[in-house]
T-cell receptor, first 115, second 116 residues
Framework: GDSVTQMEGPVTLSEEAFLTINCTYT??????LFWYVQYPGEGLQLLLK?????DKGSNKGFEATYRKETTSFHLEKGSVQVSDSAVYFC??????????????FGTGTKLQVIP | KAGVTQTPRYLIKTRGQQVTLSCSPI?????VSWYQQTPGQGLQFLFE???????NKGNFPGRFSGRQFSNSRSEMNVSTLELGDSALYLC???????????????FGNGTRLTVT
């Protein structure tokens, strides 16, 4: 079945540091890939997405590139801010089995940015 | 445009009781999915409804059920509550096929259920 593996947290960075959160996936077909972010006390919000190989998703300074050859979708940001502190979820959507799309989430990576 | 609304925000119930959670999707969205979020298990898919029909179901016991109304609003019911059902229950809506690249999920803020 489909699966998403992302790096264990928590990740603690100083403000303005470079961020990378690793994400790899296993899927039977050609999935769409997503990063969602969850701020304390809230639900998940879509951060960015990519729907095919070599696509780059970007939003709010974050970006991730769909790498089919390495089955990866790593999240990066050049300079993090305290307001980026949240839990980040990598996810995939694959409709190749059974005809219905299903979203599979990773376990989440908690990011803490200190001033 | 209003987002996904979940009610109530917090619930405290006793073992053996039942509970109903409500979700109003974004206007125009026809698909509603439910997830259970716990620190140990992360996000677990419960089920998905589209046009009042359950289209997909996760690996949860029959005590967990749901339904969707003609206006796309959805309810989730848990009967005979157990301590392990304590979790944040998240509802998500999407315009078309759940979570597809062109129809990503939009989440509500969740209902925090505590079973004592």
């Amino acid at each position: 079945g489909d699966s998403v593996t992302q790096m264990e947290g928590p990740v603690t960075l100083s403000e303005e540091a470079f961020l990378t959160i690793n994400c790899t996936y296993t899927a039977t077909g050609y999935p769409s890939l997503f990063w969602y972010v969850q701020y304390p006390g809230e639900g998940l919000q879509l951060l960015l997405k990519a729907t095919k190989a070599d696509d780059k998703g970007s939003n709010k300074g974050f970006e991730a590139t769909y790498r089919k050859e390495t089955t990866s979708f790593h999240l990066e940001k050049g300079s993090v801010q305290v307001s980026d502190s949240a839990v980040y979820f990598c996810a995939l959507s694959d409709g190749s089995s059974g005809g219905y799309q299903k979203v599979t989430f990773g376990t989440g990576t908690k990011l803490q940015v200190i001033p | 445009k209003a987002g996904v609304t979940q009610t109530p925000r917090y619930l405290i119930k006793t073992r053996g009781q039942q509970v109903t959670l409500s979700c109003s999707p974004i206007s125009g969205h026809r698909s509603v999915s439910w997830y259970q979020q716990t620190p140990g298990q992360g996000l677990q898919f419960l089920f998905e409804y589209f046009s009042e029909t359950q289209r997909n179901k996760g690996n949860f016991p029959g005590r967990f059920s749901g339904r969707q109304f003609s206006n796309s609003r959805s309810e989730m019911n848990v009967s005979t509550l157990e301590l392990g059902d304590s979790a944040l229950y998240l509802c998500a809506s999407s315009l078309g096929w759940t979570g597809s690249g062109n129809s990503p999920l939009h989440f509500g803020n969740g209902t925090r259920l505590t079973v004592t």
